[in-house]
């Protein structure tokens, strides 16, 4: 029994690195990343990684040596009698203090060219996308490329995107706070009632993609489902074409009941 | 005080021999700091019972959603056929939060603990304000009269999470927790801001004024400069809460529009008001409720540093850097709310230097963790179940800690933020951090509390459960939210890329039954042990710190002679003196008065 308590201390690095070295082969690490600017992202995430994890292993291997060496029980030396040492703290207080200051200033780039305005693509908006319990709504310009004009394509929870450009989304809510997410491409931003915002990303492979919300808005928020689908440009202006055509004919057929 | 009373308090029993007061004025509205103390102790005891079965009934959905729940289903949802449903998802998560935060946590440590010990480790006879103390825990049974009747009202308990953002929480057609119940929450939320700001004027003004002779502020053991610097932090963040809870009231009462643009539509019915903006109440709310984050936490880090200094019978490594950290995160705990909000929609190049503030708050939490390393170095150390649980709080509080450092990096945030990855995060600091803190506590002042000694074998079965449970719950969350997987997702499987985690999720429920369920050796140690429990002297520990020298428990003015202060709390293993310990109360050796005076 002496030595159960730090054993059971030092199950905390094994199985912990365990966990994370784990997952990516039971296909729970992070999802397939399709954008441009993602990898940049995962890059700091495995890079903070590296580093939390060789602290979380250094301390908590000090922890259980500690308490492996220093059980009463079996250390028969008397006790270091010592209120502290000030050059270690100044040691442990700069080195951690360097350290983080560099974790912050590496990161700033990244997230300049994910959110600053002035680092957007200098295209016209892409696609209004509006968020509502609990449903994504969004609306192409259409042929003049202006938005809120009558030739407006207007789609629900599916939006089509060029794929290997640039694309920029504005973005918006009716009711409440909604995220618009999009976990293959690294995006995340809160769709905030009274604001337009602007969301940009270019996507380098085709296919289809979860859009997520990942904020709170209400008893729906877990099938507030969205689907992202990246086609080359022809394709994509081919099914932008169709939804026109498809608006057109139910707009007649509306028109022609009303008459 | 009288003899009498410190006679009879010295055998264990003040309470059983004092008649000069009823009952009602001594066990009920008292003014005894102590009484007050365990009040606040079994309230919040029973509220993290409540916790804790709400959070199962997430666990249940999560693993195994759309289920019926065995018994319980049947009695609390039978209008749903026993299942779980989406709108009381939304309710449990909420109600969750909110009771573990606000009934819990943040009562449990300032006002039982702190209650409790601020007098007896100053060398004070009681508190400097007895009847705004008394006030302090009366003002708690409005709160929880308000959050317990919120869930039968019309619609059910809040239900916008226990951040209430608005406008999900202020426009009634958004949610049906937003009809009565979010009403009861906001007042609930403000009588438990009454309650924290009583304490923490009570805690600054008897820590400042009512140290025994020779208490220095720098002889303060290190759980009262916690509470110190944790009634600072009340006292200056809370108005801003309470202000911002008056503001929303009026939003959902009165037709105001602090928190609502212009021309919403929610449930095809268009608001009546405009011209606020919802960021408001988000910067409001975390400015009060970041550094309620530490409120949250300092006085466990300072309540663990006395118990690793004590049974690792050494002084604690770096005293003065430990005050001076606990300082730092406070000062900085004031500038970081920010971090809450990096996607929110505030300005991204406000959230650059809320991340750079919120980088270097891991600094002093980091000194903090090689200090209580230090004082671990060359000890003796004695593996008592109270020490177990400060052990773990540290090796826990590593975990926590440096999860926040991916949080604060907003490239990785704009991925993890409102995963699972943030929901491992802060129940690493919350739970295994300063939950675990708490159980070490209350093992370890106990013996103080009741006269009597808890069990220590079912200690540490207690312990050995908890702990093993605890990282089987949290750890996976990691992996969870490194897939992306959201919270506050009442069916994630609705995804298929969120299939191949429901296994996982059993796994997670599984052990949170079995942490719940742990919970039980601890109730029924704790109850018999109050009755039946090896009778404790005044010192069970031989520990340094001046509650140590009152009666086990101390009879009302505590101490039945003035203590006087000779050194600080830690003098353990002294050269100065044979035995391992140097209480604080001792007279030094005469030959070594000048040493002792510096």
Request: aromatic share 16%; hydrophobic share 50%.
């Amino acid at each position: 029994m002496n030595k159960f308590w730090s054993l059971l201390f030092l199950l905390v690095p094994i199985l912990g690195v365990a966990c994370f070295m784990l997952a990516p082969y039971l296909n729970s690490w992070l999802p397939l990343d399709v954008s441009e600017h993602g990898h940049t992202i995962d890059h700091l995430f495995m890079f903070i990684l590296w580093l939390t994890g060789a602290v979380f292993i250094a301390t908590e291997c000090v922890l259980f040596w500690f308490m492996w060496r220093y059980d009463a029980r079996s250390n028969a030396e008397p006790v270091k009698f010592t209120h502290g040492s000030h050059s270690l703290e100044v040691v442990w207080t700069i080195l951690p203090a360097a350290t983080l200051l560099f974790i912050a200033i590496y990161q700033m780039e990244a997230w300049a060219g994910a959110k600053l305005g002035s680092r957007a693509p200098n295209i016209p908006p892409t696609v209004e996308v509006t968020g509502r319990q609990f449903e994504w709504r969004f609306r192409y310009p259409g042929n003049d490329g202006v938005l809120h004009t009558p030739d407006d394509i207007h789609q629900v929870n599916d939006l089509h995107l060029p794929v290997n450009e640039d694309v920029l989304l504005v973005i918006k809510s009716e009711d409440v706070l909604h995220s618009f997410f999009l976990p293959n491409l690294r995006v995340k931003q809160d769709l905030v009632p009274g604001m337009r915002q602007a969301v940009w990303f270019k996507s380098l492979e085709t296919g289809k993609f979860d859009i997520v919300c990942a904020e709170l808005c209400g008893w729906g928020h877990y099938k507030m489902k969205g689907q992202v689908t990246f086609e080359p440009r022809a394709d994509y202006e081919a099914w932008l074409a169709e939804r026109y055509a498809e608006q057109q004919a139910t707009h007649e057929e509306t028109e022609d009941d009303e008459d | 005080m009288s003899t009498t009373t410190a006679d009879a308090g010295a055998h264990g029993d003040a309470a059983h021999h004092e008649h000069t007061q009823s009952f009602i004025s001594k066990y009920v509205f008292s003014f005894d700091h102590k009484v007050i103390g365990l009040q606040f102790l079994f309230s919040t005891l029973i509220w993290f019972l409540v916790g804790g079965l709400l959070a199962l009934g997430i666990r249940w959905q999560l693993a195994w959603p759309w289920t019926d729940m065995p018994v319980i289903g049947k009695l609390a949802f039978a209008s749903e056929g026993g299942q779980i449903s989406p709108e009381f998802y939304t309710v449990l998560f909420t109600m969750h939060a909110t009771v573990m935060i606000f009934f819990v946590i943040i009562p449990i440590l300032a006002g039982a603990f702190g209650n409790y010990l601020i007098p007896l480790m100053i060398g004070a006879d009681d508190m400097a304000f007895p009847t705004l103390n008394m006030l302090s825990y009366w003002f708690m049974w409005p709160a929880f009269v308000c959050m317990g009747i919120s869930f039968f009202v019309p619609g059910g308990a809040a239900a916008g999470g226990w951040t209430s953002y608005p406008p999900l929480s202020v426009i009634v057609e958004a949610a049906p927790g937003s009809h009565g119940g979010q009403t009861f929450w906001l007042l609930g939320v403000t009588f438990v801001g009454i309650s924290s700001m009583l304490g923490s004027v009570n805690y600054m003004t008897t820590i400042i004024q009512m140290r025994a002779p020779g208490m220095t502020m720098f002889r303060l053991p290190l759980t009262i400069w916690a509470m110190f610097i944790t009634a600072i932090l009340q006292a200056f963040a809370l108005p801003v809460l309470t202000a911002a809870g008056f503001m929303q009231l009026m939003d959902r009462m009165l037709g105001t529009g602090f928190f609502l643009p212009e021309g919403l539509i929610a449930n095809n019915s268009l608001a009546a008001t405009g011209g606020g903006h919802p960021l408001l109440w988000q910067h409001l709310f975390w400015f009060y409720s970041h550094p309620a984050v530490y409120i949250m936490i300092l006085p466990a880090m300072g309540m663990v540093s006395d118990m690793i200094s004590c049974f690792a019978r050494k002084p604690v490594f770096g005293y003065k850097p430990m005050v001076y950290s606990i300082s730092g995160i406070a000062g900085l705990g004031f500038i970081v709310w920010g971090h809450h909000m990096f996607v929110s929609g505030m300005n991204p190049g406000l959230g650059m230097t809320f991340m750079v503030s919120t980088m270097m708050i891991a600094l002093p939490s980091a000194i903090k963790v090689f200090n209580w390393l230090g004082t671990l170095w060359g000890g003796k150390i004695q593996f008592t179940t109270a020490m177990l649980f400060s052990l773990s709080f540290v090796s826990m509080f590593i975990i926590g800690g440096l999860s926040g450092i991916f949080m604060a990096a907003t490239p990785v945030d704009i991925f993890i933020h409102d995963t699972y990855y943030i929901v491992a995060h802060f129940h690493y600091v919350l739970f295994a951090g300063t939950a675990m803190a708490v159980f070490g506590g209350i093992y370890f002042w106990f013996p103080k509390m009741f006269g009597r000694m808890m069990n220590e074998f079912w200690g540490k079965i207690h312990f050995f459960f908890t702990f093993i449970f605890l990282n089987g719950t949290f750890f996976p969350m990691h992996i969870l939210g490194a897939t992306g997987f959201p919270r506050r997702y009442a069916d994630p499987y609705h995804y298929a890329s969120f299939h191949q985690l429901q296994p996982l999720n059993e796994f997670i429920t599984i052990c949170a039954i079995g942490m719940v369920a742990t919970q039980v050796v601890f109730a029924v140690n704790f109850f018999y042990s109050i009755f039946f429990g090896r009778r404790a002297g005044r010192n069970p520990w031989n520990a340094n710190g001046l509650e140590w020298t009152a009666p086990s428990p101390p009879g009302h003015g505590n101490f039945d002679i003035q203590p006087i202060v000779y050194r600080g709390p830690y003098e353990y293993g002294s050269p100065e003196v044979d035995i391992d310990y140097y209480p604080q109360t001792q007279p030094p050796p005469a030959s070594s008065d000048a040493k002792a005076s510096e």
